[in-house]
């Protein structure tokens, strides 16, 4: 596998191929995931319908999934998108057995028949994986691939560059996981049709429809709001919760346990000590680039974040505020070290360079092997002499056994800041080399012939020295946060002396219920992805802890900056929420609430029968208009949608008034109006096909029913 992290970090051996992608080529290295794997492979990170993911299985589709990320992002992942990515191979794996199992149940497969059509048709979404291989349509060029493979072929035999024979295997793996990931979309596809087409139309209810779209009722609305009536009024009990609550218990079911916890989360950062120190560093810094010291040497030697780069790169390649510094900056001066807030860091710019370089290249390359480096020198001169004498390439380029092709390569393939100094000879020749001319450059000892045919849409890229430093703590300023919390520690001993004490000793306690094992991270939720590196007090409260028990002190953050101390509350078990959870406790008292004031409201507008009447008994007045089934029809004194209003308001004939309607937010009579119809004509087959897309909502519903059946149980947390 060393052979791959070669070529990963040199493009220059993809492009003699004549590919044209450079970094995007998937790579099958072995990371911690698989090696954890490996050696606790006799155990699973889940099970859907009691069949069990292996941890080995799991990570490496991981690995796979997170290759192909890079490939169409051109970069590395944070940590935050590592654990994106590790979500949605779970959850992909999920919706396909859930998929599976049902059209295993109907007889219904992938025929080869099939694949080989989505291979000429080249539009699936999984092509999108093999980036090398997507014509200028965007669409996958299938006899790109057939040639891959027969070039594959007659290469295996022959005697190449290792490093390029191990790309070979990288493409070809890399289409194994394509060809995977394409039969699961068309099977799934095919269900999904299944299901789509099991939900049918007809030209009465598409009338319906189109009447209930394009019919609009106005209204004058005479409202009690349910907020105006004082809590005091109303009157309930236990009883009355638990009714309700059995009316909703399935709202309040639990397929897998959960945990009410809290935590303090202590953020460790730089004391005024060690910004006064970077300061001076970077101050230093300043000067040596004012001297006229070797900026590679100067910035690559620091802790700078950002690595030197000696080629043009787009002013996207830099982080942000570098970008806008640069676009400010005439070429050769400095600016001095500035804070950046936003991401916490001490900076120093120099712009070396502003030039107008190619975002497109069109070029062909040829690798000249031999067994010395004269031979390979005169051996290349010979080439170019052929080439240069009207020789065709095509012929020269079978001799030696490599493409012939032309490629474009696109910028965003090969700029980086961490461009190594064997890609930097490549993409310097790419822009240098003069056009359609033939040249030859060395790379690490090897030869290669390059001509460019075609440089097409110009743009502004900067060489710039860039030192971006995180304003980090200092060993002295961590171990003194780490000594102030360990004696809080010592001293309550107890979840609720950390609650009552902690505050005074200025640490935040966060609550956290209902917490899920599938969070990953402790105080994740939603988008907020929670305490970086916290899966071990995880683990901790889902397989150890006791209720109002204390986690031990946990070193945890993307940079190792949290302190973290956890405390469980309590456990909730597989089933459903009691009726007096509090969160389910408060939203059975809403329901009771909203109930009561509507017997409360309905008694008051008992007998009305115009909006006079019921103005009289208080109610505020208001016009809504364009009422109609399809519409968000809210009532501005109410400030919520009422579809009981809605139903009552469109049944009701022009002039007439309706009876009290009795909503969720309030109490209302209405007088109609006036009817409009619109003007747009109705279609038949139009609406009916409307109608038939939109009934792609049931398909995720029925996601939802399998899942509740397919007894799901997520244990990646253990991991």
Not at 48 to 54: A, M
């Given at each position: 596998m060393a052979a791959l992290q070669k070529i990963r970090s040199n493009t220059w051996i993809i492009a003699v191929m004549g590919v044209g992608l450079f970094l995007f080529i998937i790579t099958m290295v072995l990371d911690q995931n698989t090696i954890f794997a490996l050696t606790n492979?006799?155990?699973?990170?889940?099970?859907?319908?009691?069949?069990?993911?292996?941890?080995?299985?799991?990570?490496?589709?991981?690995?796979?999934?997170?290759e192909v990320f890079k490939l169409r992002t051109g970069g590395t992942l944070t940590d935050a998108q590592s654990d994106q990515v590790r979500d949605q191979v779970w959850q992909e794996y999920v919706v396909f057995q859930l998929i599976k199992h049902e059209c295993d149940k109907l007889g219904i497969i992938v025929t080869e028949a099939e694949v080989q059509q989505a291979l000429r048709e080249g539009t699936a979404s999984s092509f999108q994986n093999m980036a090398m291989f997507m014509g200028q349509d965007g669409r996958f060029d299938y006899t790109a691939l057939q040639n891959f493979f027969k070039q594959y072929k007659e290469m295996r035999g022959k005697q190449i560059?290792?490093?390029?024979?191990?790309?070979?295997?990288?493409?070809k793996d890399l289409w194994a996981y394509t060809n995977t990931q394409l039969r699961r979309e068309l099977l799934m596809t095919k269900y999904q049709m299944l299901l789509m087409q099991s939900f049918t139309t007809n030209p009465v209810s598409a009338k319906t429809a189109f009447d209930n779209r394009t019919l609009t009722t106005d209204a004058v609305v005479a409202a009690l709001p349910f907020a105006a009536i004082a809590d005091k009024e109303v009157t309930f009990d236990d009883?009355?919760?638990?009714?309700?609550?059995?009316?909703?218990?399935?709202?309040?079911?639990?397929?897998?346990?959960?945990?009410?916890?809290?935590?303090?989360?202590?953020?460790?950062?730089?004391?005024?000590?060690?910004?006064?120190?970077?300061?001076?560093?970077?101050?230093?810094?300043?000067?040596?680039?004012?001297?006229?010291?070797?900026?590679?040497?100067?910035?690559?030697?620091?802790?700078?974040?950002?690595?030197?780069?000696?080629i043009p790169l787009s002013g996207s390649v830099f982080p942000n505020d570098i970008k806008q510094v640069l676009d400010s900056m005439a070429v050769g001066t400095i600016k001095a070290p500035y804070t950046n807030v936003q991401d916490n860091t001490m900076n120093v710019v120099k712009l070396i360079a502003k030039t107008q370089a190619p975002d497109s290249i069109l070029y062909r390359a040829l690798p000249v092997q031999a067994a010395d480096q004269k031979t390979a020198e005169v051996r290349t001169d010979s080439i170019l002499k052929a080439l240069n004498g009207g020789a065709k390439y095509a012929d020269i380029a079978k001799k030696l056994g490599a493409p012939s092709d032309s490629s474009w390569i696109a910028a965003q393939q090969f700029e980086s800041l961490n461009v190594t100094p064997e890609n930097?000879?490549?993409?310097?020749?790419?822009?240098?080399?003069?056009?359609?001319?033939?040249?030859?450059?060395?790379?690490?000892?090897?030869?290669?012939?390059?001509?460019?045919?075609?440089?097409k849409a110009y743009t502004t890229k900067y060489v710039a020295a860039v030192a971006k430093v995180p304003v980090d703590f200092s060993k002295a300023t961590y171990e003194t946060a780490i000594s102030k919390f360990n004696r809080f520690l010592a001293a309550n001993r107890t979840l609720a002396d950390i609650v009552k004490n902690a505050p005074k000793e200025g640490y935040q306690m966060v609550d956290q219920d209902k917490f899920s094992a599938a969070a990953r991270n402790i105080g994740a939720s939603g988008y907020f992805p929670g305490v970086a590196g916290s899966k071990e007090a995880v683990r901790w409260a889902f397989d150890t802890a006791d209720e109002n028990e204390i986690s031990p002190l946990y070193e945890v953050g993307e940079a190792n900056n949290h302190l973290l101390v956890v405390g469980l509350s309590k456990v909730h078990k597989k089933g459903y929420f009691p009726w007096d959870d509090k969160d389910v406790k408060e939203f059975l008292t809403a329901v009771v609430k909203s109930r009561k004031k509507g017997e409360l409201a309905a008694a008051k507008l008992s007998g009305v029968k115009t909006i006079a009447q019921a103005k009289a008994k208080g109610a505020v007045v208001d016009s809504l208009n364009g009422v109609s089934f399809s519409g968000y029809n809210?009532?501005?004194?109410?400030?919520?949608?009422?579809?009981?209003?809605t139903a009552a308001i469109v049944a009701t004939a022009k002039g007439q008034t309706t009876q009290p309607v009795?909503?969720?937010?309030?109490?209302?009579?209405?007088?109609?109006?006036?009817?409009?119809?619109g003007t747009e004509k109705f279609d038949v087959k139009q609406e009916m096909s409307m109608m038939q897309r939109n009934?792609?909502?049931?398909?995720?519903?029925?996601?939802?029913?399998?899942?509740?059946?397919?007894?799901i149980e997520d244990k990646r947390y253990k991991f």
């Open positions: 492979s006799n155990r699973n990170v889940g099970e859907v319908y009691g069949e069990s993911l292996s941890q080995e299985e799991y990570f490496k589709m991981v690995n796979e999934a997170t560059d290792p490093s390029v024979a191990e790309q070979l295997e990288t493409i009883s009355d919760l638990k009714k309700v609550y059995d009316e909703y218990k399935e709202r309040f079911r639990l397929d897998n346990e959960v945990r009410d916890i809290k935590y303090i989360d202590v953020l460790v950062t730089a004391s005024t000590a060690d910004k006064k120190a970077l300061a001076e560093e970077m101050n230093a810094l300043y000067q040596k680039l004012q001297a006229g010291h070797d900026p590679a040497a100067v910035i690559n030697a620091g802790k700078s974040t950002v690595r030197f780069a000696d930097a000879t490549f993409i310097k020749a790419l822009y240098n080399a003069p056009a359609k001319a033939y040249t030859s450059f060395d790379i690490n000892g090897t030869k290669i012939i390059l001509q460019v045919l075609e440089r809210v009532l501005p004194a109410v400030g919520a949608p009422e579809p009981v209003l009795i909503g969720t937010s309030g109490a209302y009579v209405a007088q109609i109006v006036a009817k409009n119809k009934y792609s909502q049931f398909a995720q519903q029925m996601l939802g029913v399998l899942a509740q059946k397919a007894k």
